[in-house]
């Protein structure tokens, strides 16, 4: 960017997408704040163009898994018919399909995958480390144990989705509390983590198995994750959740990244770092409990999803609306697997995330131990 | 060397004399005994069916009706192998603690349970095995390789970090758990047996799983035995227990050895169970100090009696049902863990 020199005398904020541009020596003059989407005068929303570029491309993909999820294998709407299907012009069996089995399936899918993409890119924001997502340290396992006890022990007494939040604020508590030096310590949150998740497996086993030992299907819920047999019911309640705490999400967003300079800047330049905290973990923590009550503890998905999109964009500051999209499109793709591989025959979901997150945090472990911050 | 170490012995009171402390010793070895005698008794008398103290006591000097015996002779493999696999778990447990001088060095939570696991499965669905022997001779290399590959992740670089070995366990797990769970799930016919194999439990198994196993448990405990005094001077430090005249790699490389043996010998036995290998060692050292010679022997009283009264309690808390001892075991030993992140230092 050597052509800087030439035009020092413009704001500073264009080097915004400078790096972006083509080395051709030709400064583009243009007033105003550059790589802002403007609405009238008085709103300007800083926005990198690789964010919004990534956004679209990650609606496209989103947009084709679930034609794919709707359309593949014997049961599938062919995608001509798609349309026909929507606009409720069709046969009983493309009807059945569309409203029944993959439709729900689907729908709350994408929402469990943008809840947990968000969870995580919260959680990963307050903690500062990758590995402090709510499944390495037991919130999901927390929430799962939750659901399970509300759903099977106390049933009608408690909501699923309340008790859900309740095992997830306990497991945090405990992680909290048995660290010793709350969320800042690396190791110790991650070790502790794995301990309040065992606790909470156990949890959820005795539950399942003192209740409902013959049913498989609740037993892979509970203890994998899993979408099938999941109904309109299930979606409104991950959606309406999403939807009722994506304005505070987006307002804890810029508060944030202010606080990923640490406590001391962030407070210096006018940021409340320990009140973002406190309202970022609890929105985490309803967001991930609202996603286990309704598919389970699905693993690794709010560990991945965050960090992929900050791979893709290398910015700063926690991601939240890339988070979640690719949240729902993991798991979007992830039970398209479920559903249409070959191999083994329905399988829950949680497996497919876990095997494939696995290998993608003991990818992000050795990275880390490599650089030497772990 | 011996001298050494129990001068350095830092808990206990440096000013406790010699022979108040093994009173002590001694007095805690008698009790942990009598505690696994219950243990074992407790383990014939509660079940699914209701039998006494007494019923018990009568089968045992052969003057029980024939219903009576036949349901505590049916508890007996359950209890022996209880008493193998707990002692496997925590010698192996002690072992690790010792050899990687990290607290939380467990056989489950370093990914060899699931290792084992993951090798027996494979055997069962893909290679056509059956029977408790071939079940053993898959779950050796199975753990053994989870071993090696664990400590090759977590000790990447120039000193093996306590955290860094434990997510590496857990990467592991997690991979290998999918993987036995998928082929699990979806062979139900060939894993009809093997269901409750996979979370673990004590129930369902008979003296020949006992005999197959019992080699290699033996092995590897007296491997372990031998091998105490050798950890005494590598707790020290490479460069102590080098001038003392062990040699650490020998030592190490025997001990992986030794836990991997027992941990597989465990997990063939009753399928992976976590934690029993990470509590016994804690409650241990904090009973009867540091001294590794005494560390093995009393896991191996305490190890049996914590899975036994895991098992009973699970026995009971669902009557007529039983949780299986895996998950009893996590209630009882996660804490354990918090419990040693607590006292974690420098890992942050």
Not at chain 1, 260 to 288: C, F, Q, W, Y
Not at chain 1, 321 to 340: C, H, K, S
Not at chain 2, 145 to 158: F, I, P, R
């Amino acid at each position: 960017m050597t052509q800087n020199t030439t035009s020092r005398v413009e704001p500073p904020t264009r080097h915004a997408t400078g790096p972006d541009r083509p080395d051709d020596g030709t400064p583009v003059h243009r007033p105003g704040p550059r790589g802002c989407l403007t609405l009238g005068d008085t709103v300007a929303l800083p926005v990198r163009r690789i964010s919004v570029v990534t956004a679209i491309v990650l609606v496209l993909l989103l947009v084709a898994t679930a034609v794919a999820t709707l359309s593949l294998g014997s049961l599938g709407i062919p995608v001509s018919g798609l349309l026909d299907a929507f606009g409720g012009d069709a046969g009983v069996k493309e009807s059945f399909v569309l409203e029944r089995l993959r439709g729900p399936r689907l729908v709350v899918g994408i929402g469990v995958g943008a809840a947990l993409g968000v969870s995580g890119a919260l959680f990963q924001s307050v903690t500062r480390n990758p590995l402090g997502s709510p499944d390495i340290i037991g919130l999901n396992a927390g929430a799962g144990a939750g659901a399970a006890l509300a759903a099977l022990l106390l049933a009608g007494s408690v909501p699923v989705p309340v008790g859900a939040v309740l095992g997830a604020a306990g497991a945090m508590a405990l992680v909290y509390v048995s660290t010793g030096a709350g969320f800042r310590s690396r190791g110790r949150l991650v070790v502790a983590g794995i301990g309040v998740a065992a606790i909470a497996n156990a949890i959820t086993q005795y539950v399942v198995y003192a209740v409902e030992r013959d049913k498989a299907t609740a037993l892979n819920a509970y203890i994998h994750g899993s979408l099938s047999t999941r109904d309109w019911g299930d979606a409104v309640t991950i959606w309406v959740i999403v939807t009722l705490l994506v304005p505070l999400v987006a307002l804890v967003s810029r508060p944030l990244a202010v606080g990923e300079m640490g406590d001391d800047l962030a407070g210096a330049l006018g940021a409340h770092p320990a009140r973002t905290k406190t309202i970022a973990v609890t929105l985490s923590i309803v967001l991930s409990a609202g996603a286990v009550s309704v598919a389970g503890p699905i693993a690794f998905i709010s560990l991945t999803a965050p960090q992929i999109a900050k791979r893709v964009t290398r910015g700063t500051g926690p991601h939240l609306t890339l988070a979640a999209l690719v949240g729902a499109l993991l798991m979007a793709v992830a039970d398209l697997a479920a559903q249409q591989l070959p191999w083994f025959d329905e399988l829950p979901v949680g497996i497919y995330t876990m095997a494939v997150g696995g290998v993608y945090l003991g990818y992000l472990l050795i990275r880390e131990w490599r650089r030497g911050t772990l | 060397m011996t001298t050494v170490t129990s001068t350095h012995t830092p808990s206990g009171g440096a000013r406790t004399s010699r022979g108040a402390r093994a009173a002590r010793r001694a007095l805690v070895l008698a009790g942990g005994l009598v505690v696994l005698l219950l243990a074992c008794a407790a383990s014939l008398v509660y079940g699914s069916s209701h039998t006494t103290f007494g019923d018990v006591v009568d089968v045992l000097r052969g003057t029980a009706d024939s219903n009576v015996t036949t349901i505590v002779e049916s508890r007996y493999p359950r209890t022996a192998i209880g008493v193998l696999a707990g002692l496997c778990l925590a010698v192996a447990g002690s072992l690790m603690q010792g050899v990687t001088r990290n607290p939380l060095a467990e056989p489950g939570l370093l990914g060899i349970n699931a290792g084992a696991s993951a090798s027996v499965v494979t055997a069962t669905a893909f290679l056509g095995a059956s029977g408790s022997t071939a079940t053993m001779w898959w779950a050796l290399p199975g753990a053994l390789l989870a071993g090696v590959l664990v400590h090759a992740l977590g000790s990447a670089g120039t000193s093996t970090n306590l955290v860094r070995l434990v997510l590496a366990g857990a990467v592991l797990s997690a991979v290998l758990t999918a993987y036995v769970q998928a082929v699990t799930l979806s062979k139900p016919q060939v894993f009809d047996s093997y269901r409750y194999w996979v979370v673990g439990a004590l129930s369902g198994r008979d003296f020949d799983v006992f005999f197959s196993v019992l080699p290699f448990a033996v092995g590897g405990f007296l491997l372990a035995v031998l091998l105490g005094p050798s950890l005494n001077a590598l707790a020290l430090g490479n460069d102590t227990a080098s001038a003392l005249g062990s040699r650490p790699g020998l030592v190490r490389g025997a001990g992986l050895v030794s836990a991997t043996l027992l941990s597989a010998a465990a997990t063939a036995a009753v399928g992976p169970v976590a934690f029993v290998g990470l509590a016994v060692p804690h409650v241990v050292r904090a009973l009867i100090g540091v001294d590794f010679r005494l560390q093995i022997v009393f896991s191996a009283i305490a190890g049996p009696a914590l899975l036994l009264l895991a098992d009973v309690v699970g026995r009971i808390v669902l009557r007529p049902q039983e949780l299986m001892v895996g998950v009893v075991t996590a209630f009882i030993g996660a804490p354990a863990l918090l419990y040693a992140v607590r006292r974690m230092k420098g890992a942050s």
